[in-house]
Structure formats: C-alpha cells, structure tokens
C-alpha cells in the first residue's frame, strides 16, 4: 500500500522580516521556522504539492482495474442482452408454434365433434330403421306362420285328394282289368271284387230293390 504523506502548507514572505511565526499563520504548532528566503513572486503566498510516484501508480492500476471491470461488465451485459434476445425470439417462436398448434388441434376437435353428432344421427337413423326392420320381420313371421298354417292344410287337403286320386286310379285300373278279362256280365263294372250295376234311369228305392231282384242283384247299401 501507498504510504502516507503529509503535507503542509508552508508561507513564505517577501523579506525576512521576523524570525518569529505567527502562531494564527503556523499549520503545526511547535515547529521551529529556518530562515525564509525570498520567494519566486513577491509579495503572494504560493502553495505546492508533491505527489509520489507510488500513489499515482496505484491511481493507474485502480483506474485499469476500473476500465477492465466495466469492460468485462459491458461484456456481460451484451452477452446476458443477446441472449436475453436470443431467449426471447425463442418463446416468441415457440409461443407461435404453440399457437398454431393449438388452433389445429382446436380445428381437429371441432371437426371431431362433427364427426361425432353426424355418427350419432346416423347411429340413431339406423336404429330407428332397426325398430321399423324388427317390426317388419315379426309382421313377415307372423304371416309366415299363417301361410304355414294354410299350407298343412293345404297339404292334408292333398293328401286326401292324393288319396282319393289312388282309390279312383285303383277303381279304373280295376274296372279296365274287368273290361279286359270279361268278369262281370255286360253292362257290369267289378269294384272291389264285387260286380255292379250302374243304372242310367232314376229310380225309387223300391224300384231299384225289385230291378235288383229281377237281375238276382242285391241294392247295394
């Protein structure tokens, strides 16, 4: 460290006029005066300082400490400004991204919901179609088990023609069988082993009854 230096204020007069200082003019109290030579301006107090060399190299390396911390300050501060900025552009185009991606999600969404109201009123059209199929198909059963009624008996109504068709087949297989092998008398038909006499004019049953007596006949019953 710089050491420290006194100075005082020394006058001088233009001529020896007293040895004795004025003890209002004495800077330090006690301290004897030399002889007072003459000064290089007459009749004018002059004061001067002397400044080591010391101090005012410490002055200089102060003052390029100074200038180097502002230097490295205003360093900091362009580097902490740029990238102050540089954060800033970033949020700035992250925020923009997120913008628009959060409107094409919301414009997503909405066509979702869309989407959504348009399946449920077709879910609902469908279902109402269903309802009025349901019905129809139970409409359709109903009929069908009534034609399917109809049908047996339809069926057993054939069955019985089938059969009466059979016995009828059965009576003209029989009677051309009699026809052909000359059975019966002329004039008779064989039915079921029997020979029968058809008679073309209407009768009473009593006439009938004597026709078939006379024709040693039975009336057939």
């Known amino acids: 460290m710089a050491q420290s230096v006194v100075y005082a204020d020394l006058k001088f007069a233009a001529g020896p006029t007293s040895t004795v200082p004025d003890d209002d003019d004495s800077p330090y109290e006690n301290v004897p005066l030399g002889p007072v030579t003459a000064a290089p301006s007459p009749g004018r107090w002059t004061r001067r300082r002397r400044v080591p060399t010391e101090l005012l190299a410490a002055s200089l390396i102060l003052l390029l400490l100074l200038l180097v911390a502002v230097v490295a300050l205003g360093a900091c501060y362009w580097q902490v400004s740029h990238s102050l900025e540089d954060t800033s552009r970033e949020h700035m185009a992250e925020r923009g991204r997120l913008s628009q991606e959060l409107r094409a999600r919301e414009q997503s969404l909405e066509q979702t919901e869309l989407e959504l109201a348009w399946a449920r009123e077709e879910l609902q059209r469908m279902w109402r179609e269903g309802n009025i199929t349901q019905m129809e198909l139970e409409s359709r059963n109903a009929e069908l088990g009534r034609t399917q009624q109809e049908l047996a008996v339809l069926q057993e109504k054939m069955q019985v023609v089938q059969g009466n068709l059979n016995t ?52 057939l019953v």
């Not at 008679?199 to 039975?218: N, V």
């Open 168 to 219: 009828s087949k059965n009576t003209v297989s029989s009677l051309l069988a009699c026809v052909n092998t000359e059975c019966c008398p002329r004039g008779w038909v064989l039915y079921r082993s029997k020979c029968l006499y058809i008679s073309m004019t209407r009768k009473t049953w009593q006439e009938s009854q004597q026709d078939c007596a006379r024709r040693s006949a039975r009336l």
